[in-house]
């Protein structure tokens, strides 16, 4: 089923220099580019990205973490995009992260964990919202889609 999915580069994937790196891998795995913004989180976008985690005692250290620097946010599109790109960044705890995934490769701790995936299509849609205008959104054919899909 094709599917768009929003991931963002926390600033911490930003500041470590690993932002070529993760969009290689989506980008590797059949992944193809819908929209791409490098900016700090406003206080209120920050808010709404995270609005199911208030009151949970991580939520302020959280709030600081992502608008302490850059981020990288992204829409990418493909087959089960949502999961896929879940897959390729591992597991939320990083140090249950299995290797070969981002958060396995270059993570230990969960409130230091490099990137956020949308964990269903409907959260997709709501958190790309956050950044981008539909217009900002773009439609293209990448030219290996028809190796990558039969
Ligand atoms: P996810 O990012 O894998 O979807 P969620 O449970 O939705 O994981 O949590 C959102 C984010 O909140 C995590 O990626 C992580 O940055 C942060 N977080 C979640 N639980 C904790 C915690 O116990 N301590 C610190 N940060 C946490
Ligand atoms: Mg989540």
């Known amino acids: 089923m094709r599917e768009r999915t ?3 580069l926390k600033p911490d994937a930003v500041q ?13 795995r059949g992944l193809k580019t819908v929209a791409m ?7 209120a976008q920050a808010a709404e990205h995270y609005a199911e985690h208030v009151g949970k005692p991580f939520y302020p250290g959280l709030l600081e973490y992502i608008r302490s620097g850059p981020v990288l946010a992204m829409v990418w599109e493909g ?3 949502v999961n ?5 960044m591992g597991d939320t705890r990083p140090f249950e992260a299995g290797p070969g995934t981002v958060r396995g490769d ?4 969960i409130g230091r964990n490099i990137v956020h995936g949308a964990d269903k299509v409907e959260s997709a849609q709501r958190e790309m919202a ?13 030219i290996d ?3 990558l899909y039969e």
Do not use: H
């Open 106 to 109: 270059f993570g230990l701790e």
């Open 130 to 142: 956050i950044y981008f205008s539909p217009e900002e959104l773009v439609n293209w054919t990448r």
């Open 79 to 81: 087959d089960n995009a």
């Open 6 to 8: 929003f991931v963002m």
């Open 37 to 43: 913004k490098f900016l700090v989180l406003s206080e």
């Open 84 to 88: 896929v790109a879940r897959q390729v």
């Open 145 to 147: 889609d028809k190796w």
């Open 16 to 28: 470590r220099c690993l932002m070529g790196n993760i969009v290689s891998r989506l980008e590797n």
